[in-house]
T-cell receptor, first 112, second 113 residues
Framework: AQSVTQLGSHVSVSEGALVLLRCNYSSSVPPYLFWYVQYPNQGLQLLLKYTTGATLVKGINGFEAEFKKSETSFHLTKPSAHMSDAAEYFCAGMDSNYQLIWGAGTKLIIKP | ETGVTQTPRHLVMGMTNKKSLKCEQHLGHNAMYWYKQSAKKPLELMFVYSLEERVENNSVPSRFSPECPNSSHLFLHLHTLQPEDSALYLC????????????FGSGTRLTVV
């Protein structure tokens, strides 16, 4: 079955530290990959997407992700965490029927 | 404001009530979606409309009834719900197959009492 797996339901980092949120996808998921962010009491907002072309994708709010086909990964990073980054982050891949397969989400906690 | 507007933001209803959730987008998108988001569960796709025709119904109970009168509006009609239906209901829209991503509304927080 096609799947998108996010490692860690919660990730805690100190303000100013590197943020790394992990996402792996099953190889049957075509390389349309997305990261979304959800702030409390809000809907989901597209952070960045990979469709074709450059494997390092830059998104909003200083986030970026690298598509690594050999590792079937699409990890999300940010060099320096800010308190405003506290939210839940969802990785998603688009299957051959153009439906989104969602990861379970990772809550990012920022320690002052 | 994301471009997809959902109303109401919060809704409390009894199990015998009938209510409707509304979603509106003026982004020129031609596909719209209803998702259910429950605590500690993955996002669940409920319904997909493409060009105003329903193309997906993920075995959703009949107490949920969608309606898409035009490409800008989407409704979710609710009747005789159960407490386990309490959740955040999210509407999204996309252009074409959604390869450039979906735009989500802020959701309706539904509580069934």
């Amino acid at each position: 079955a096609q799947s998108v797996t996010q490692l860690g339901s919660h990730v805690s980092v100190s303000e100013g530290a590197l943020v790394l949120l992990r996402c792996n996808y099953s190889s049957s998921v075509p390389p349309y990959l997305f990261w979304y962010v959800q702030y409390p009491n809000q809907g989901l907002q597209l952070l960045l997407k990979y469709t074709t072309g450059a494997t390092l994708v830059k998104g909003i709010n200083g986030f970026e992700a690298e598509f690594k086909k050999s590792e079937t990964s699409f990890h999300l990073t940010k060099p320096s965490a800010h308190m405003s980054d506290a939210a839940e982050y969802f990785c998603a891949g688009m299957d051959s029927n153009y439906q989104l397969i969602w990861g379970a989400g990772t809550k990012l906690i920022i320690k002052p | 404001e994301t471009g997809v507007t959902q109303t109401p933001r919060h809704l409390v209803m009894g199990m015998t009530n009938k209510k409707s959730l509304k979603c509106e987008q003026h982004l020129g998108h031609n596909a719209m979606y209803w998702y259910k988001q429950s605590a500690k569960k993955p996002l669940e796709l409920m319904f997909v409309y493409s060009l105003e025709e329903r193309v997906e119904n993920n075995s959703v109970p009949s107490r949920f009834s969608p309606e898409c009168p035009n490409s800008s509006h989407l409704f979710l009609h609710l009747h005789t719900l159960q407490p386990e239906d309490s959740a955040l209901y999210l509407c999204a829209s996309s252009l074409g197959q959604g390869g450039n991503g979906y735009t989500f509304g802020s959701g309706t927080r539904l509580t069934v009492v």
